[in-house]
C-alpha cells in the first residue's frame, strides 16, 4: 500500500473508531439517566407487592411481581403472604391491605386487633425468609363509602406502634388527607380507589420508604 492510502486508510479508521466510542458514550449516558428515576434502587431490584385492588391497580415501575389481588382483606394476606415470599427472591415486600376490612364492616368497625395479628404473620412470613418489609397505612376513605372510614387514623396509629419499630411504614393516610383530616378527593376516583393524581403521592411515599429500607441495609441477598 502506497503512503497516500495508508494515511487515507488510518484517517477512515481513527474517524470510525471515535464514532463508535462517542455513541458508546451517549448509550451509557442515556442509561444512566434512565436508572436515575429510582437513585436509591438497586438496579436488580425484585419487588413483590401484596395486596387488594388499590395494589393490583398500581403500576409501580420496578414491580417484578405484583401478587395483588382484588378483594383481599388482612386475613387473606395473612393466609396467603408466606406462599408468596417464597417464590422468586424478592428485594423486599410490600403489604398494603385493611381497605376492604374497613369497607364492609359496620358502624363499629373491623375486628382490629385480629387485622394486625394477620398482618404479623405475613411480616413474619418474609422476616423467615429474609425479605425485607414494607407495610403501608391503611389510605383514607370517604365516610359516604363506609360508616367505618372514621375509624382508620386509630387503626393506622396502633399499626405503626406496634410495627414500626420493626419493619419500614410507607404512612400514605397522612399524604392523602387534608389539613382538616379529611380525604383529599383530588387524589381519588371513587372515594376509595387513587387516581393518578393519587398514585402519583403514593410513588413518592414509597420512594422515601425505600430509601430508608436502604439506609438501614435491609436488603435481602
Known amino acids: 500500500m502506497n503512503r497516500p492510502l495508508l494515511f487515507l486508510f488510518i484517517g477512515a479508521v481513527t474517524g470510525a473508531v471515535m464514532f463508535i466510542s462517542l455513541n458508546l458514550g451517549a448509550a451509557i449516558l442515556a442509561t444512566v439517566a434512565a ?10 431490584a425484585r419487588v413483590r407487592f401484596a395486596g387488594d385492588s388499590i395494589s393490583a391497580g398500581w403500576q ?11 378483594g383481599t382483606t388482612t386475613a387473606l394476606i395473612g393466609t396467603r403472604f408466606a406462599q408468596e415470599v417464597q417464590i422468586g427472591s424478592p428485594a423486599y415486600a410490600h403489604i398494603l391491605a385493611g381497605t376492604n376490612d374497613f369497607y364492609s364492616a359496620g358502624k363499629g368497625g373491623p375486628d382490629t386487633q385480629k387485622m394486625l395479628a394477620d398482618l404479623e404473620s405475613a411480616i413474619d412470613a418474609a422476616r423467615h425468609r429474609q425479605v425485607p418489609v414494607i407495610v403501608g397505612t391503611v389510605l383514607p376513605m370517604d365516610a359516604a363509602r363506609s360508616a367505618a372510614a372514621s375509624l382508620i387514623p386509630a387503626y393506622n396509629a396502633r399499626l405503626i ?12 393516610y397522612n399524604a392523602m388527607v387534608l389539613p382538616s383530616g379529611e380525604q383529599d378527593s383530588s387524589l381519588f376516583r371513587d372515594g376509595i380507589h387513587p387516581n393518578d393524581a393519587g398514585y402519583a403521592v403514593m410513588n413518592q411515599v414509597l420512594d422515601r420508604a425505600v430509601q430508608e429500607l436502604l439506609s438501614k441495609r435491609h436488603w435481602a441477598r
Not at 415501575?61 to 405484583?66: F, G
Not at 406502634?161 to 400514605?172: C, E, K, L, P, W
Open 35 to 44: 436508572e436515575s428515576e429510582y437513585p436509591a434502587r438497586p438496579p436488580d
Open 60 to 70: 409501580r415501575a420496578h414491580a417484578q411481581r405484583n401478587a395483588a389481588v382484588s
Open 161 to 172: 406502634q406496634q410495627f414500626g419499630h420493626r419493619i419500614v411504614i410507607a404512612d400514605y
